[in-house]
């Protein structure tokens, strides 16, 4: 099996190259291939495929165009990355997949146009920010309450003046299920000086 490592802002990657459509990417080969311990180490999948060789791919999906299947570490399918996606936008260039700066990458969520700058930093434009509605995350017992935000993929942002720092994600925070039914990357957030932020996030899968 051919694959490429990388990173993108803190989170790294496992890319496999899969240009004929032919890989079974199973629930449990995704979950050893992440394994830090026993596999390669990584936070998620990027399977570089066709969108033709995608069956759940959304309707409007190029089947000429590149198709980034994305796999949580514990094996789940997830629509959407951003950091993913920056990963897998320099890798098609690189790889001389893609011959343009800017193109269109396939995903659970829709096209995203990305671009790759001279300087390597990659653009990708997640389309706008859906606001859902108001919710809670739980940590420890304790609740934050959150706004539910959709930007391909559910996020649940809690402003929260408790320390980001002492808060204990080590057991993924309690959400609503009837809100939340495939789980939600849920960051909390505190207003710092000057208008700065300060985040923490823990990752769905």
């Known amino acids: 099996m051919d694959f490429v490592k990388g990173h993108g802002t803190e989170n790294d990657f496992v890319v496999l190259p899969d240009p004929a459509g032919e890989l079974e990417l199973t629930p449990s080969r995704v979950r050893a291939l992440c394994d830090r311990r026993r596999g390669l180490g990584a936070d998620g999948v990027l399977r570089v495929v066709p969108g033709s060789a995608v069956p759940d791919a959304p309707a409007g999906t190029d089947p000429a165009e590149w198709f980034m299947d994305y796999r949580n570490a514990d094996g789940t399918v997830a629509e959407m990355c951003g950091n993913g996606l920056r990963l897998f ?4 260039l ?4 893609v011959d343009a700066a800017e193109f269109r990458v396939g995903t659970r969520s829709g096209p995203r146009t990305v671009q790759v700058h001279d300087d390597g930093w990659v653009t990708v434009g997640m389309g706008p920010v859906q606001r859902t509605r108001a919710s809670m995350a739980t940590v420890e017992g304790v609740g934050f309450p959150g706004l539910a935000v959709d930007v391909g993929n559910p996020h649940l942002a809690c ?5 980001v720092e002492q808060l204990d994600l080590t057991v993924p925070p309690g959400h609503d299920p009837t809100v939340f039914p495939h789980g939600v990357n849920v960051e909390f957030v505190n207003v710092v000086s000057g208008g700065a932020l300060r985040m923490r996030v823990h990752e769905r899968g």
């Open 159 to 163: 402003v929260t003046e408790v320390p």
């Open 94 to 97: 690189e790889s001389g997949r």
């Open 89 to 92: 936008a320099r890798y098609l």
